[in-house]
């Protein structure tokens, strides 16, 4: 199976495509593994877990070089993913000493709560953020005494295959953690229905996801789901306009829109319309687009010239394109950033997942305006709020019906704090202590006093 660089659309890697079998002995090797891993000490577990973090930091200059190579994503980005990883295992290996229980007052003896892990845990992954989404799951679920199968996206398969390989150099025992590189709709679905695996963590497109549900439901399967998304950033008159405007590229052109968290219907309160697209066309154009080996470079390419011709369909139909940044020819996968505007709520624009770097800019009226069109979608997984009015912020932010929302700001993921969708956009959580919950089975025990 041929890897290829998005910037160049040459040849990266040449890797062996896992079939079905393979996907079946890599579940038997997990179940294997699992009872002896279960049952290493919560402090070696959080020992190990360490030297898996030491490892990924000391391979840390390599791993960023084959994510940006892989995804096309700036190296600087790239960098800043491979050290969320090794904050997020870091983070977890303080798991296994703090899965704490409770005791319960019964009548006739002891009542207590255990947190069990569940078994063999299937991790799909996709190729935006391939090495960064993979630690937001294999942290919690080997912290939580699991074993793992990793299912890479077919087109990124290159930093998992060298954590596979970091893992066992950290100590961690063969057959505990995974991987089969191989297509979705094979060997994924095979992990998916496969008998000995406990839970599949996903997280993908809200169309597989829904698959993967139906799937899983014939088992009863656990699974968490991390969907597709159409964050809305609403931008009130009395906001810094300015600030709020050299903000929105970063927020909806990083990793060149294939970004879950894009927010990419921008909602301006009408007043201030004009000044905003000001300030946004000059954001834009200062924007840099290109070879994502270049410190300085802050968008690369889309991930396939499949990928670039789904997204160009945005602009057909009358679309009114107001903006439009740069963007390298030749070889290479490019798109230039692109700003719609004005967009009506039911445009298809405003409405699906572009899943690339072209922003919906919708007018509002007033703040009711303003959470009716931004809740008027499917999904529900981030979203920004920019007002000096401390009051609104907190009255909008409880109207969205959204999984995280920043005020003043476009972030979206930190380690120690929650991540996950409401409504299409998903089940469960990420990240922060409550990802744990999603690794482990509550079991009660009752000791009989008497
Ligand atoms: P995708 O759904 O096509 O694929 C994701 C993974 O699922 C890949 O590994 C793929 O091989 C596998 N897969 C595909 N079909 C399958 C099937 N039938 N059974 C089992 N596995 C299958 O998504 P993608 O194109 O790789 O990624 C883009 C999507 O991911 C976007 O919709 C984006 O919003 C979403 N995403 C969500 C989050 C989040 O945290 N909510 C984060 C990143 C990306």
């Known amino acids: 199976m041929r890897v290829i660089e998005p910037a160049t659309e040459k040849v990266l890697a040449e890797v062996a495509e896992a079939s079905v079998e393979d996907a079946d ?24 877990l360490r030297r898996f973090a030491n490892a990924v930091a000391d391979d840390a200059g390599k791993l960023a ?18 050290g969320m990883v090794v904050d997020v295992f870091n983070y977890y290996a303080g798991a296994p000493e703090r899965l704490l229980g409770n005791t319960i007052p019964v009548a006739g003896g002891v009542d207590m709560t255990f947190r069990e892990p569940l078994g063999v845990v299937a991790l799909i992954v996709p190729w935006n953020f391939p090495i960064a989404i993979t630690s937001w799951k294999l942290g919690p679920a080997l912290a939580a005494g699991n074993t793992v199968v ?43 229905q496969h008998p000995d695996v406990a839970k599949v963590a996903f997280t993908g497109s809200t169309e597989v996801g829904r698959r993967i549900g139906a799937l899983a439901a014939d088992s009863i399967k656990r699974v968490t789901l991390e969907l597709g998304g159409k964050s809305a950033n609403i931008v009130f008159a009395d906001a810094d306009i300015d600030r709020a405007a050299a903000s929105a590229p970063g927020a909806v052109f990083g990793n060149a829109g294939q970004d879950c ?4 219907r921008i909602l301006v309160e009408r ?34 010239a499949d990928h670039r011709s789904k997204v160009a369909t945005y602009l057909e139909d009358g679309a009114k394109v107001a903006i439009r940044g740069s963007a390298p020819s030749g070889a290479g996968f490019w798109f230039p950033p692109t700003v719609l505007s004005p967009v009506g709520p039911t445009d298809r624009a405003a409405r699906e997942e572009i899943f690339g770097p072209i ?26 709020i920019w007002t ?52 482990t089975e509550l079991k009660n025990v009752f000791l009989s006093t008497t």
């Open 25 to 48: 002995r890599a579940v038997a090797r997990a179940k294997a593994a699992y009872p002896a891993w279960r049952a290493v000490s919560p402090g070696d577990r959080a020992k190990l």
């Open 65 to 82: 070089e084959l994510e940006a190579r892989n995804v096309g994503k700036p190296i600087s980005d790239a960098r800043g993913e491979v």
């Open 150 to 192: 990793l299912k890479p996206a077919a087109l990124t398969p290159m930093t998992a295959l060298e954590l596979e390989r970091l893992a066992l150099l950290a100590g961690i025992p063969e057959g505990v953690f995974n991987i089969v590189v191989g297509a979705g709709r094979t060997v994924g679905e095979r992990l998916v």
């Open 261 to 264: 968290c894009a927010r990419s």
């Open 271 to 304: 007043s201030v319309v004009e000044r905003f697209m000001q300030a946004l066309e000059i954001a834009i154009k200062k924007l840099r687009v290109g070879d994502p080996m270049d410190e300085k470079t802050e968008m690369g390419p889309l991930i396939s």
């Open 359 to 384: 922003v919906a800019v919708i007018p509002f009226s007033d703040e009711a305006d303003a959470i009716r069109i931004a809740n008027d979608t499917v999904y529900g997984l981030s979203g920004s």
């Open 388 to 439: 000096n009015n401390a009051g609104r912020a907190m009255r909008v932010a409880r109207a969205l019906e959204t999984g995280t929302i920043s005020i003043n700001s476009n972030t979206s993921v930190r380690v120690t704090t929650p991540f996950g969708g409401f409504k299409q956009s998903g089940i469960g959580r990420e990240l922060g202590p409550n990802a744990l919950d999603h690794y």
